[in-house]
Every structure is written in C-alpha cells, then in structure tokens.
C-alpha cells in the first residue's frame, strides 16, 4: 500500500513537463503557451516537426527560455523524480495512467480508457538522450468506435488490440534514442511516431496511428531545417488482418524541408515513398536509391521502374500578426494535368456532359487552417479553425501493401480518404483551470456491396479487374461519393491541475456524435470523468 501510495504521489510531483528533457511531444493538454510562441514569436524556430526536441525550446534564444520546467522544491518527491546523477547525467522518472471512465446515455453502455505504464528519460550533456515509454491499456470502446476495431481489428490510436464484447487491452511501447552530432546535424533511432505540419490534423504525416521503428536525420543550417525519416510498418491484407506473419512488412522513406523565408513566411516541402518488402510472394531487396537522403523520389521512381506509392506535397505557414497564423498543406498522391482542367471546366460549366470530368487517378488533399492566440487581448483563449478534404482514392494504391498505412491505420488522416472535414477547437486557461471545446463535423462516401467508391485505403485501387479487387469508375468521381455519412462530434472537457505547475489533472465532460446516413441517423452522448497524466491526445 505504500508503495502505490509513493508511485501517486511522484505522479502530481512530477514536473508539467517531466519525461520531456530529451523530447515533446504533440499533445496539446498542457502546451497552450508553449504552442502559441512556437507558432506566432519564434523566428527560427521550425514548429511542423514533431516531436520538437526540448534542447531546441529551452536553449539559446529560444522560445520559454525562463520557462523551462526544472525540480525547483527540494522535497524528497521531487528528487526521487528528477535528478541529476552527476554534473553530465540527468534523470527523469514519471509514472503514466489514465482512468476515464465514461456512460453511454443512449444506448446505456460503457465507454472508459485506463491504462497504467512508466516512463525513463535520461539524457548525458547535451548530446545524448534516452526516451522510454512503458504503457499498457484496457479501453472499452463506444459503439462508433468498436465499428473500427471490428473491421480492423485495431484499437484506434495505438494500433492492434485483443479483446471481444467492447473491451479490448493494448500495448503503447515507444523509445527514443537521441545523438547531436554538432550544431547542424542529429541522429534519432527508436520505436514511436512523428507528426508533419502546424494543423490539429496533418495531410502529411500523422501520429494518430501505431507507433513503428525508424530512424531519423535532421539538419539545420541558416533559415532551413530538412528531415529524413526512414520508417518500417506492417500493411494489411484481406487475407491476414492481424498480420500475424512477420514477413507482411513495408518501407517508408520521408523527406521534408522546412524554410524560414521570412519573419511571417514558412514555406515546406514534402515527399514520400512507401514500398512492399515482398515482391512475388518472396522477400525482396529494397531499392537502395530511395535509401539517398537528398534526391527526389519522382525522378528515381521513372528510372528504376518501381511500383512504389509516391506522395508530394507542399505546405506554409503566414503569421497575420503577433499571435495569429494561417497555415496549409496541399498533397499530390497522382494526378493528369490535363483531366484537372477538365475539372476546372466542369465547375464553370457544371450542365456540359461533353466534359469528361473527375478522373479517379487524381488524387489530392489539402488542408487549410487559422490559429487564433489571445484573440482581442483575451489572455488564455486560443481558437483554431481548420478544414482538410481528401478526394477519393489518395492514399491508396493499386496493390495493398503500398498504401498509406500501418497496422490498419492511416499515416495522414484518420478518415481514410473521400472527405470533407471541418473542425472548430476553443481552448481557455485560467491559473490551474483549462477548458476545451471542440466541434468536427465531416462528410464522408462509404461503400456499398461491389463497389469500391474511394474512402476505403486499404482496398486496391485501379480500374481493371486484377483478380482481388472491385474496379473503380474513371469518370465523375467525386468527395463524398457512395453512400453519404455526415458525422458532427462535440467535445467538452474541463480540467483542473491538482498542483500548479504539475502535469496531473482531474477533468469532467461529455461528448456527443450525430451520425446521418441517406435513410437513417445514429446519435450518442457520452459522459466521462476521471484521472490522468495528460499525455495522451485522445482527440485526434
């Protein structure tokens, strides 16, 4: 009993920010603050690539330089959860839980996440840094969000779960191992997820799926930053969903350029490529020229003749003023000039059949958003606007195991593809108090029996019968085709901080979600309460 007693207290001792002296992530519980100067008054500072590195915000002329979190008490607690070991290793030790449980009003069913893990961080000088992340969970899933794990056969979020009627139990292992060779180049290797761009959602690359090995360069010089991420995943196959055959694997090589080109302008460049590690039911060797960390993919991928899934992509961030920004992101998954100006025509001239309009091999996303910090003056609030659209198709790929996923989940937009989304977050802080409000609301094209209409990655895309899949239709293709789904979730939570300056809170809220088909609607309401460590983005 004194032990569990010991293990709660470090927990509200721990400092706000403990576990992050080698890495922070993108959850967003704690970091109003921190985010609003990363984004509005840091010049130099990259703020679309996660997980920032703590030496990075707290070093230099960088942003929170008075703000960085350290164990100022001296109080037995506090030493046994952040120490220095000597004048060149510093130690950090932070429990992780959560228990959320939660009541289906409608359809008087439970809903609650708990989970309990620890988490080591260790960094020498500052040089070398060590992140691990220990974490076991038993979440019984609402009806909307068992529909995906059924399907899947995932817990949406971390990735593969066990379980039946509802409840299923999860692993959310990470470790981050950190090199600074100098001033200008990084090393990262480990077991996590990254996240790309300055929205709540990312066309790019997000971290609301599994975590995955990879390993990472970075290197920063003048106004530019540019990273390379190589990424191992496992893919999906109708005949194995749970990929319980190590060898179902595939490859991805990441290479993002982040320019300040001025005190307002970010401008960002993406590429991707994503391949099978078999070819003929046999392993095969990955091509090494995607394995060059500084050419483009397009180029390569015409020369070789290889049939991996290229994705480009360009992105900005404009700050209006001191605490606003607008940002974007404009994926090319494939695409025909020519049958893009035939679309254009088609929205000028919507009445003309001549007009051979929504050519399925184009493929394109694109977000658009605005981040609006102290709005009028109002210290604490924050307001996000943000919208992301998907045509049909992108994101998947004539073979399954060059989509854009892993573990049954996608690596841009939870959603799939063949959708409109829409979402609206408010956030205010008061001393120890902090309440969020979110609205998403998105229409989505799902399928009907024989027919493949595009929101669906995981099934092959093309337009001739290969033997395993549903040929789609060149022509007239467009977002929110096949059977309509319009969803709108509310969430609202508030949260108080046990101890100022402690990441340990106490909150209360209720969500509801309006599901509208062509003939019927669904509707839930959910309310939850509970304990947690606020480390976990439950939202994306």
């Known amino acids: ?8 207290a470090v927990s509200i001792y721990s400092p706000m920010v ?55 008490t001296k109080s037995f607690l506090c030493k046994i959860s952040h120490f220095r070991l000597d004048s060149s290793n510093e130690v950090m030790v932070s429990p992780l839980f959560e228990y959320s449980p939660g009541r289906s009003v409608y359809s008087v069913t439970n809903a609650t996440n708990s989970g309990l893990g620890a988490l080591y961080q260790h960094k020498y000088r500052n040089s070398l840094a060590l992140k691990l992340q220990l974490y076991s969970g038993y979440n019984i899933l609402p009806w909307f969000t068992r529909e995906t794990h059924d399907s899947l056969g995932i817990v949406p979020g971390y990735g593969f779960g066990s379980g039946a009627g509802g409840g299923y139990s999860f692993h959310d292992n990470q470790i981050y191992f950190d090199y600074k060779l100098n001033t200008y180049f990084r090393f990262s290797t480990g077991y996590g997820k990254h996240f790309v761009g300055d929205g709540f959602r990312s066309i790019f690359l ?81 091509d090494m020229n995607f394995y060059n960390p500084v050419i483009f993919f397009r180029p390569v991928d015409f020369g070789i003749g290889s049939p991996s899934n290229i994705l480009l ?92 996923s892993h573990q049954n ?9 063949n959708f409109a989304e829409y979402i609206v977050h408010l956030s205010f802080y008061h001393n120890q108090w902090k309440l969020d409000a979110m609205l998403i609301s998105a229409t989505t094209g799902l399928d009907l029996p024989g027919f493949h209409n595009g929101g669906n990655i995981f099934q092959p895309s093309f337009d001739d019968y290969m033997g395993n899949n549903i040929p789609v239709k060149w022509y007239g293709n467009y977002i929110g085709q096949g059977v309509r789904k319009k969803t709108c979730d509310i969430d609202i939570r508030l949260a108080y901080q046990i101890i100022k300056g402690r990441r340990f809170h106490l909150f209360a809220g209720l969500h509801t979600r309006t599901e509208n088909y062509q003939s019927f609607s669904h509707n839930y309401l959910i309310i939850r309460a509970g304990i947690t460590t606020s480390l976990f983005n439950h939202a994306r």
């Open 206 to 286: 997000s971290d609301q799926g599994a975590s995955y090995p990879f390993f990472r360069i970075e290197t920063k010089f003048w106004k530019i930053k540019y990273m390379v991420l190589y990424s191992w995943l496992k893919t999906y196959t109708p005949e194995n969903k749970l990929i319980a055959d190590p060898d179902v694997r595939k490859y991805s090589v990441t290479h993002y350029l982040s320019f300040n080109a001025s005190k307002r302008w970010n401008i960002n460049l993406f590429e991707a490529v994503v391949g099978s590690g078999l070819r003929n039911q046999e392993r095969s060797n990955i």
């Open 18 to 72: 403990s576990g992050q002296i080698a890495s922070i992530s993108t959850d967003e519980a704690w970091d109003m603050k921190l985010s609003t100067q990363v984004h509005c008054d840091c010049r130099d500072f990259h703020s679309s690539i996660f997980p920032y590195h703590f030496d990075e915000l707290f070093s230099g002329e960088r942003v929170l330089e008075n703000e960085a979190p350290s164990c100022k």
């Open 313 to 404: 992509g360009a992105g900005f961030k404009y700050k209006l003023e001191k605490s606003s920004v607008i940002y974007g992101q404009l994926l090319l998954d494939d695409f025909y000039l020519s049958d893009l100006k035939e679309d254009m025509k088609h929205v000028l001239h919507p009445n003309d059949s001549t007009i051979l309009w929504g050519h399925w091999f184009n493929k394109q996303a694109a977000q658009i958003g605005v981040l609006v910090s102290n709005p009028g003056g109002l210290e604490g609030f924050r307001i996000r606007a943000e919208a992301n659209f998907a045509r049909p198709y992108t994101w998947s790929h004539k073979t399954t195991d060059r989509n854009y």
């Open 409 to 417: 989940q996608a690596l841009a937009h939870p959603l799939g593809s």
């Open 1 to 8: 009993m004194r032990k569990w007693m010991l293990l709660f």
